[in-house]
């Protein structure tokens, strides 16, 4: 069954703090693997996008990473802002044209001052 | 701005109502989605339209009936609602048949649906 489970399932932390997301996922066949943001009253905005052969990709402070052997990803928040507290949704494509997406229940991140 | 926009953004009706969602993209895409988002559990997808077709249903009741008619618009028809179907309604938009990697489904704000 295609599944991807997040963890942790909230998170609370300081204002400049670093903080790690993870992601694992049962998906087959593997397309390409996305984080999205949400913030609070917004659809999701994407934040990154790896397929199969990328092992990192960054955008500013964050920084997703992909194994694809254990099949797991991380995201990594830098130097965290209040701006940052949000949902983050991973999403998993999979199938031959990548179309079916596999959805996490998302991490929420709330950074306090 | 994402190029989708969904109206109304909050919605409160009673179980006999009949009332209607509708997403709008701006983005030229030719496919569109309806997603039910609660709390703490991953998106739903509940239709897919490619090219005005509705390609998939994912056993979603008939109170939910979706219309698409043309690539720009879609609505999400409701009819006799059940309070578990209080949730936040997502519209999201793709270009279906270009390279996975550009294959990107924006997300409108949802409408958030309280049924009483």
Known sequence: KNQVEQSPQSLIILEGKNCTLQCNYTVSPFSNLRWYKQDTGRGPVSLTIMTFSENTKSNGRYTATLDADTKQSSLHITASQLSDSASYICVVSAGEYGNKLVFGAGTILRVKS | ?116
């Open chain 2, 1 to 116: 701005e994402t190029g989708v926009t969904q109206t109304p953004r909050h919605l409160v009706m009673g179980m006999t109502n009949k009332k209607s969602l509708k997403c709008e993209q701006h983005l030229g895409h030719n496919a569109m989605y309806w997603y039910k988002q609660s709390a703490k559990k991953p998106l739903e997808l509940m239709f897919v339209y490619s090219l005005e077709e509705r390609v998939e249903n994912n056993s979603v009741p008939s109170r939910f009936s979706p219309e698409c008619p043309n690539s720009s618009h879609l609505f999400l028809h409701l009819h006799t609602l059940q309070p578990e179907d209080s949730a936040l309604y997502l519209c999201a938009s793709s270009q279906e048949g270009v390279p996975l990697q550009y294959n990107e489904q924006f997300f409108g704000p949802g409408t958030r649906l309280t049924v009483l």
